[in-house]
């Protein structure tokens, strides 16, 4: 009986030591090779948990948060590509999509802590790029989620048709931007689908012509502005 618990206790403390030599070793180059665990420098907590080849991470890593918990999972493909899942200190996913030569590239979809989505947006080269959207929180009864606002982008900036809707679903607001510049005709909406505002803009600024509604008269009253500033203005008796 004693001979067993020795042989036991011998085998624990032997592969013990084993398991923990086999880890963060480095080859005659003095790379990282093979399963390492990382640690921070301030608390000595567990920083992140993977496998190199040739000092090149590889494969499923795992990294944490100094607190603990996990803050990303990222697959490593290749020297260039991989995959990330990032997460808040509740086990919620924040953001989850692609890198290449550590750049944002394609969809990545974002998510609020509560884990709604909260975006879907399209990146190349590590800027925004093509479609974007924003959503509104998840409906909790019916479970749906409705967009809240679509717009596209070129080389990161704002440039094309731009579109915000009422949680219905209802059309709220539209125009265009140039360059991340509203420029040209925007108009916006009552949730009855009846104007609530509509002018034009240049290089960002109110410019030309804007009609409001006017509450008291249940008509459409005439601001006049020039680069931002109003130059002119009246109440407009008829329909706009």
């Known amino acids: 009986?004693?001979?067993t618990l020795f042989f036991i206790f011998f085998n624990c403390i032997f592969f013990g030591l084993f398991a923990q030599n086999s880890i963060n070793q480095l080859n005659a180059k003095g790379e990282k090779t093979g399963p390492w665990v990382g640690f921070y420098n301030t608390s000595n907590n567990k920083r992140y948990r993977g496998s190199f080849l040739k000092d090149k991470p590889i494969g499923q890593f795992t990294y944490y948060a100094e607190k603990g918990h996990v803050s990303a999972e990222v697959n490593f493909i290749n020297?260039?590509?991989?995959?990330?899942?990032?997460?808040?200190?509740?086990?919620?996913?924040?953001?989850k999509g692609k890198f290449i030569n550590k750049k944002k590239v394609g969809k990545w979809s974002t998510y609020r802590k509560s884990g709604d989505l909260l975006n879907i947006f399209n990146y190349?080269?590590?800027v925004l790029e093509g479609s974007q959207y924003m959503y509104y929180p998840e409906n909790k009864e019916t479970k749906q989620?409705?967009?809240f606002e679509e717009y596209y982008c070129l080389n990161g900036l704002k440039h094309g048709v731009w579109k915000q809707y009422f949680e219905l679903g209802r059309l709220k607001a539209k125009g265009?931007?140039?360059?991340?510049?509203k420029e040209g005709k925007f108009e916006y909406y009552f949730m009855n689908g009846n104007i609530d505002k509509k002018g034009n803009f240049s290089n960002n600024k109110k410019n030309g012509l804007w009609f409001f509604y006017n509450l008291d008269t249940e008509n459409m009253d005439e601001l006049i502005y020039k680069m931002g500033d109003i130059v002119k203005s009246k109440s407009k008796k008829g329909g706009g």
């Open 1 to 3: 009986m004693k001979r």
């Open 79 to 95: 020297d260039s590509i991989s995959s990330s899942v990032m997460y808040y200190d509740n086990g919620y996913v924040m953001a």
């Open 124 to 126: 190349k080269n590590g």
């Open 145 to 147: 989620v409705k967009l």
């Open 176 to 181: 265009q931007y140039s360059n991340g510049k």
